[in-house]
């Protein structure tokens, strides 16, 4: 038991270790996609805080009325009490009665909704904030890996630029020795020729001054001079 745990411990490591791995690869995506979140995050909050400012707004619109009601009833209470008709007075004060109960606790409800408005607010403010810090450093970071893959690409060629300066110095002293080769030993049956060849022996004897053409014409000078 304790060896089959060990396998599951190490198997869940290197589940992990992967997940690293890819969390890793795919950093700047995923730090992107969060900040979409996010700003849809906000548009939800935005959607929320309207309509609590809705709310709001209805509510201030609905005591606005019922003051106004009460200011009626008030006064056709006044005319009542007036013709000495209690019975109605006492109604209509037990309407505006009501009537401010209800004014009372939506002037309540209308204040909580403003506190959460403001908040809500601030929260939307904040987050707005930092999601541009975030979008910011977003480009920074896209703009980073650009430049150190530029970079990696330029290292990678300059040493595909070097490898192949070093082909072409190999390439060229081949050439040079394969030519210097084939003058050298063009030179050496030239001189082979000259040292053991069929006119090797005339040559030496030309050389020497033995040849027949140079002896007939010293010859023929020695008999002149004698004439």
């Given amino acids: 038991m304790n060896i089959m745990r060990k396998i599951s411990t190490a198997l869940r490591g290197s589940v992990r270790e992967s997940a690293e791995v890819v969390i890793d690869a795919n950093a700047i995506r995923i730090f992107e996609q969060e900040i979409l979140d996010a700003e849809q995050g906000i548009a939800r909050s935005k959607q929320q805080l309207a309509h609590v400012m809705a709310e709001r707004v209805q509510l201030e619109r609905a005591n606005t009325a019922l003051k106004e009601q009460i200011i009626n009833r008030e006064q056709q209470a006044a005319k009542a009490w007036n013709i000495n ?103 050496a049956i030239s001189t082979i020729e000259s040292e053991i060849g069929e006119g090797s022996l005339d040559k030496k004897v030309e050389e020497a001054g033995l040849g027949t053409r140079k002896a007939d014409i010293q010859s023929i000078l020695d008999r002149v001079k004698k004439v």
């Fill in 85 to 187: 008709d209690e019975q109605l007075a006492t109604e209509l004060a037990e309407d505006i009665f009501d009537k401010e109960q209800t004014v009372n606790e939506q002037q309540l409800a209308a204040q909580n909704l403003t506190t959460r408005e403001r908040n809500l607010t601030r929260k939307i403010q904040a987050a707005a904030q930092q999601i541009k810090t975030f979008r910011r450093e977003l480009s920074i970071a896209k703009a980073t890996a650009c430049a150190q893959k530029a970079s990696n690409l330029a290292g990678s060629h300059s040493q595909s630029v070097d490898t192949h300066i070093i082909d072409l110095n190999a390439s060229l002293q081949r050439i040079k020795q394969k030519q210097q080769r084939v003058d050298d030993t063009s030179e």
